[in-house]
């Protein structure tokens, strides 16, 4: 199967930056989009940030122009530069995967375990 873990996240200052990484791992036979999503106390899990295999980014209304999502094919990582944070962009980060596994006919969304990032004000 596929396995997918994050870092990066961490306690930030408002205005500060994070970059969140996120390494596929596994019997991958293929990767399709990628991207982040969040989970704040409380709240509904919102899409943060999407990439295409191709390249092709779209980004949540509230984060555009301060973050940008970026992939390494060969590393089959997805990375999520976070610039200008905010309190509100406290929350719990998770990224996602459709992926094809080795032994699979179909592509399959797949999920991290998460990482927390906290913003201060």
């Known amino acids: 199967q596929v396995q997918l873990v994050e870092s990066g996240g961490g306690l930030v200052q408002a205005g500060g930056s994070l970059r969140l990484s996120c390494a596929a791992s596994?019997?991958?036979?293929?990767?399709?989009?990628m991207g982040w999503y969040r989970q704040a106390p409380g709240k509904q899990r919102e899409l943060v940030a999407i990439?295409?295999?191709?390249?092709?980014?779209s980004y949540e209304d509230s984060v555009k122009g301060r973050f940008t999502a970026s992939r390494d094919n060969a590393k089959n990582t997805v990375y999520l530069q976070m610039s200008s944070l905010k309190p509100e962009d406290t929350a719990v980060y998770s990224c996602?995967?459709?992926?094809?596994?080795?032994?699979?006919?179909?592509?399959?969304?797949?999920w991290g375990q998460g990482t927390q990032v906290t913003v201060s004000a």
């Open positions: 596994g019997s991958i036979f293929s990767l399709n989009g």
């Open positions: 996602y995967a459709a992926a094809k596994a080795s032994n699979s006919r179909s592509y399959e969304a797949y």
């Open positions: 990439i295409t295999s191709g390249d092709r980014t």
